[in-house]
């Protein structure tokens, strides 16, 4: 008996949504491992994202106050925003921040992308920890999202989130590993390669 363990085997896949370029629902036939078959395994496809860490030269870090949906309240979040068809996550990185907020930064890491969704897949999150950010433009983001942007410290952040100021799970996957040099150390390992 072997130890390791295997992926599912799709079978087959048959739309049931298709509401691009936001969402798909579709609904798999799998076959596991041990040769049963699950019909109607239900699967999200749904924008990628890119999410980042950004800090300006004196150490703050650039956040955004906004409404958030699904979560039906005000948040605090890092500046973030969907990858095109075809676009490298870093481009989408770098033009997101700067539509968001108006910064740039030079000095970027990758810390891998991660899927939201266990077992629905959703979406992939691009971490990403830029440094040295700059205000270079007004922000231009097109959005419904009305945003605030703030400058925090580090201890600000902590705070934040002893008070509840956060309403989506990236943004804490995104916090801990920025507060945890050996997680972020590892997640930019993993991220380089694959490369």
Known sequence: MSD??????????????DASPYLKVRAETVQLPDGRTVENFYQLDQPDFALM?????DGRVVMLRTYKHGARRVSLTFPAGAIDPGEDPLAAAKRELLEETGYAADDWTALGGFVVGANSK????????????????????GDLEDMR???????????????????????IAMLGAMLMPEL???????????R
């Not at 390791?4 to 949504?17: A, F, H, T």
């Open 4 to 17: 390791e363990q295997k992926p599912w085997e799709v079978l087959g896949s048959r739309d049931l949504l």
């Open 53 to 57: 860490y950004v800090e300006t030269d």
């Open 122 to 141: 959703g979406s992939t999150c691009h971490m990403f920890h830029a440094r040295g950010a700059r205000k270079v433009a007004e922000p231009d983001h």
């Open 149 to 171: 942007i703030e400058l925090h410290s580090t201890r600000d952040l902590i705070d934040a989130a002893a008070r509840g100021d956060y309403a989506v799970l990236p943004v």
């Open 184 to 194: 972020r150390e590892g997640l930019g390992m993993a991220a380089r390669s694959v």
